[in-house]
């Protein structure tokens, strides 16, 4: 049973969008075996089903049979990802489903709780939302069992939302919808893992069997797609994720890993088959569908996830198989590899003006995972750090002052390689970016120009948690500019900073 959820008006709006056409090179079929040369390629027509299973937790898949979201897992690709906590937000669905529904996390999108209040749908809309007001010839469908999700969290814009009073009623409308309408965006919400979860907890045999139950009702699902009879002239896009999981004795809401772990599996066109990725975000999802149907989003809606085939490794990706497991952070798994202080190709860390001691995972810049350094010590701001991807550089004055060390503070600076400029021209820094205080510390940011003095880029002083693009003048003659993060803190909190670039 779902526990002390409100329900309010639907709040969604619609803004301008940018549209790319549906070009045939985007979504076509190859031509068929034996068509003649220069025979015209057919455009498939794009269609979109997402499913959304409430409270489900990823660690227990393997534990339950669900034949038929594994068979979807080996015929695409599967990512896992952390979701944010307190102080950002609680793990609960109405922050989960949000972020998931509009592209971006709770602290544009504002909804913290299962009642709503504050809610900028008006600012953030669903993606459904905005495929009506890019294409309004596309017909949209919300089928949820929770009735917040086409009550609430997809607006009045999208064409049919419909509730269900149990799971199998979902998927029934879901299956009929699905069969005789042409439904080109489809988004399922299914609730009874959740129940599950709250009633018994993950090491319960009653919510491996909701696991099953579910994966039974998602092949109904999946069947009544592939049964259309127009299915082989469409391009389906499958995606499956949750908003939350659970503790293994029930409830979430919390920052535990079994709280916070979500996923994404993705099955169509640019997935994979088998494949498994660690920088996808449940951001991505409402991006993801927006491009498959040839919309473009704008820099102006200033969505958090991108269309996971826009999605590249960065250099600190790279270090990945390179990671190590703890020194001085017991409080970790023996066996989890996380961190590392060995900078990738083409990177250096300046540690000369670093005590000696500390903890030795933090000593100085150090790059990890989300999984190892937020889990290092929970409720200190850590789990906030879901703009970052993959492998991260941190800077943390607060866990590396854990064990002694030598008099000083913590003063250690990450030095970027060399990247071409146009001189005359300007530059344009990006990079996301979690800075959170809480004591003494500073953070700058500085450029140099072919290897001459450092000049101040930005500075830091107060919290942060964005995704940066910095203008800078390029001077005549320059060929070359480094980046350098310098952060200093004594027993205070962190730096994070990823997906750095420099474009000119």
Request: a negative charge; zero cysteines.
């Amino acid at each position: 049973m779902r526990l002390s959820r409100s329900v309010r008006a639907a709040l969604a709006g619609t803004v301008a969008v940018a549209v790319l056409p549906l070009a045939a090179s985007a979504h076509a079929a190859g031509p068929e075996a034996g068509s003649t040369s220069g025979a015209a390629v057919v455009a498939k027509r794009p269609k979109s089903l997402v499913i959304g299973i409430d409270g489900a937790t990823f660690a227990k898949f393997d534990k339950a049979k669900m034949p038929r979201v594994k068979g979807l897992m080996a015929a695409g690709m599967t990512a896992t990802a952390n979701l944010y906590a307190n102080p950002m937000a609680p793990t609960s669905s109405g922050p989960g489903w949000s972020t998931i529904a509009t592209g971006t996390w709770p602290d544009k999108h504002k909804v913290v709780d299962n009642n709503f209040a504050g809610a900028r749908y008006d600012l953030y809309p669903d993606y459904a939302t905005r495929l009506e007001a890019a294409r309004s010839s596309l017909n949209t469908l919300v089928v949820g069992t929770w009735s917040p999700i086409p009550g609430t969290v997809f607006g009045p814009g999208v064409d049919t939302r419909l509730g269900g009073v149990s799971d199998a009623d979902t998927t029934t409308t879901a299956v009929s919808k699905l069969t005789t309408t042409d439904a080109d965006a489809t988004f399922v919400h299914l609730d009874d893992v959740d129940g599950a979860g709250h009633s018994y907890g993950t090491e319960h045999r009653r919510y491996l069997e909701a696991l099953n139950t579910v994966d039974t009702e998602i092949g109904r699902i999946l069947d009544a797609v592939t049964s259309r009879a127009t299915y082989a002239d469409e391009d389906w896009q499958i995606l499956v994720t949750a908003d939350h999981g659970h503790m293994p004795g029930g409830g979430h809401g919390g920052n535990t890993p079994a709280e916070r772990q979500s996923f994404v599996i993705a099955k169509g066109a640019g997935f994979t088959p088998g494949s498994v990725r660690y920088d996808v975000k449940v951001t991505d999802i409402a991006p993801t569908v927006l491009s498959h149907f040839g919309v473009t989003p704008d820099p102006a809606w200033q969505l958090d996830g991108k269309p996971i085939g826009t999605l590249a490794p960065d250099a600190f990706d790279a270090l990945r198989p390179s990671l190590n497991t703890r020194v001085d952070e017991a409080a970790l798994p023996s066996t989890l590899k996380g961190w590392t202080t060995t900078a990738p190709t083409g990177w250096t860390i300046d540690n000369s003006a670093m005590p000696t001691g500390g903890v030795t995972e933090w000593r100085g810049w150090s790059f990890a995972t989300d999984e190892f350094w937020s889990n290092a010590d929970l409720g200190q701001g850590r789990e906030t750090n879901v703009r970052a991807r993959d492998v991260f550089a941190v800077a943390d004055s607060d866990e590396w002052d854990d064990k002694a060390h030598g008099a000083g503070q913590f003063d250690s600076t990450l030095v970027s390689p060399a990247y071409a400029v146009t001189g005359g021209t300007s530059a344009t820094v990006s990079y996301a970016t979690n800075y959170k205080v809480d004591g003494p510390q500073t953070g700058d940011v500085y450029i140099s120009f072919d290897g001459g003095p450092r000049q101040l880029l930005q500075s830091y002083r107060a919290d942060r948690n964005a995704f940066e693009q910095l203008t800078v003048a390029v001077p005549a003659g320059a060929a070359s500019a480094r980046l350098s993060f310098r952060y200093t803190g004594t027993n205070s909190a962190f730096w994070t900073v990823d997906q750095v670039a420099l474009t000119s």
